[in-house]
């Protein structure tokens, strides 16, 4: 397998160009599936590396449970610098591994806690709650899902923006958006340098939505007032998280992105632009990605299976 | 049933089921017609229930604020402050501040602003005359696949 089986651990670099770029030069729709789908495989590839990596570290251990015949030196030489990378792939793995399930854990517990919350509530596709402080999500469920209004939030608002609000939410549960925003989370886990692909679908999704909802009240800026008058309902947060380098916030780019005309939708950019060429980076590094890692899995079964005494 | 306070850690498959039992003795309290003890709640909620029970329901509605109770002689009477949507009012706000991991499970409209942010946003807005827009988007979602 060679210096193939290293590469999917940094092929998920190509994918930062994209993920800059597509927040603002894609339609949101095709930058959230775009960029959730190569980190669902730039993860898989990578994590899969880390468990063939693994495998030869863990055979050069004392008193492992594998087959003598797998720490042979033939097998140690398929994978260049064995010693060391076999042995950090141990924690590596271990380490993504329980990431991954304590992200999924929680991400489970939330959603239980958000339906045990309204459990004995009429099964209606919005439900008001009569709280004051200002609120609205959407909460996928196995059907169909509902939106969770606060009245705090209602009020704040006008009847159109109101619309603006459930289109909104309607559209993130029409769309499914959680599973990719549960695919980027635990790809970011997978492997750190997938952080920026799960800023960005984050923000991708809200965009989605916010196309979606003006489309269906029929008026980019009334999504626009419903978005800045909500945001403004919120006391600022006094630490900001990154002071000054971040720029604009997320909120601030979502108004200013809908007092623009709409974005075209393509399916897929054209080469010679800067995210054009930048999507096809990342679809190259997907696709070497994937090669190397079913390349080296191949390699390493072939070699494994020689040296296994039948 | 075991007494499970209202914000144990594990995951509990019954979670869901007792937030609808709580939300049925809220319902039935609702319908008294003054403070009443616990045995008055038991006999209306249709038998199965041991009295044990409804005291831990209701003991756990009182620490999430939906229902009060006084003293009368030697036990309480209950009175129920909340309707259902007010009590899923008051279980949902735990669930959001208690989930600081929540963000990809439910997507929020809207995020926390910083302070450069609210500046951002109020010039966006405030550039935005009050007119009516007919700026109404030039393709369909639908057109795209």
Redesign the interface.
């Known amino acids: 397998m060679g210096l193939f089986v290293f590469l999917p651990l940094v092929l998920p670099l190509t994918a930062w160009p994209v993920a800059r770029l597509a927040e603002s030069r894609l ?1 949101p ?2 930058a959230t599936r775009l960029l959730s789908a190569g980190a669902g495989v730039l993860a898989v590839c990578s994590t899969l590396c880390l468990g063939l990596l693994m495998i030869v570290g863990t055979a050069q251990l004392p008193g492992n449970p594998l087959p003598d015949a797998w720490s042979d030196p033939e097998v140690r030489a398929a994978l260049p610098y064995d010693e060391v990378a076999g042995r950090a792939a141990i924690p590596a793995l271990l380490a993504v591994l329980v990431s991954c399930g304590v ?1 999924a ?17 009429p099964e209606t596709s919005v ?5 004051g ?1 200002p ?6 469920g196995r059907r169909r899902g509902r939106a ?1 209004v ?1 009245t705090g ?1 209602l009020t704040a608002l006008t009847s159109r923006e109101r619309r603006a ?1 459930f289109a ?2 309607r559209a ?1 549960l029409a769309g499914r ?2 599973r990719h ?2 695919t980027v ?1 635990l790809a970011a886990r997978a492997n750190p340098f997938l952080r920026p692909l799960r800023t960005a679908v ?1 923000y991708t ?2 965009r989605w ?1 916010d ?2 909802a ?2 269906a009240v ?5 999504v ?2 419903a ?2 008058t ?3 309902l ?1 006391p ?2 006094t630490t ?2 990154l002071p ?1 380098v971040t720029g ?5 780019r979502r ?2 992105a809908l ?1 623009r ?2 974005p ?4 897929w950019p054209p080469l010679f632009t800067a995210v054009g060429l930048a999507a096809w980076t990342a679809a190259f590094g997907t696709t070497a990605s994937a090669l190397s890692s079913a390349n080296s899995a191949v390699a390493l079964f072939l070699t494994l299976r020689a040296a296994t005494p039948m | 049933m075991k007494d499970r306070s209202g914000d144990g850690t594990g995951p509990s498959p019954s979670r869901r089921g007792q937030g609808k039992l709580e939300a049925h003795v809220l319902s039935v309290l609702k319908g008294a017609p003054e403070p009443v003890p616990v045995a008055w709640v038991q006999e209306r909620l249709g038998g199965d229930l041991a009295y044990t029970t409804v005291i831990t329901i209701l003991t756990r509605l009182h620490g999430k604020g939906a229902v009060e109770r006084e003293r009368a002689g030697r036990s309480f009477v209950w009175t129920a402050v909340a309707d259902e949507a007010g009590l899923a009012a008051l279980r949902m706000r735990k669930v959001l501040d208690a989930e600081a991991d929540r963000q990809a499970v439910l997507a929020s409209f809207v995020t926390a602003l910083s302070e450069n942010d609210e500046r951002l946003l109020r010039e966006l807005l405030a550039a935005e005359p009050e007119s009516p827009d007919l700026s109404a988007p030039p393709s369909s979602p639908e057109e795209d696949r």
């Open positions: 339609h729709r095709t992200a854990w929680r991400q489970l517990r939330a959603r239980r806690r958000a339906e045990a919350a309204l459990a004995g509530l439900t008001v709650l009569p709280d402080t609120y609205a999500y959407a909460l996928p969770v606060s939030m609000l909104h939410e993130h958006h959680h925003l549960t989370h984050a999704a809200e939505a196309e979606e003006a489309a029929g008026s980019r800026r009334c626009a007032r978005i800045g909500a945001a403004l919120a600022p947060t900001p998280l000054a604009a916030g997320p909120v601030p108004v200013a007092l005309p709409a075209q939708s393509r399916t």
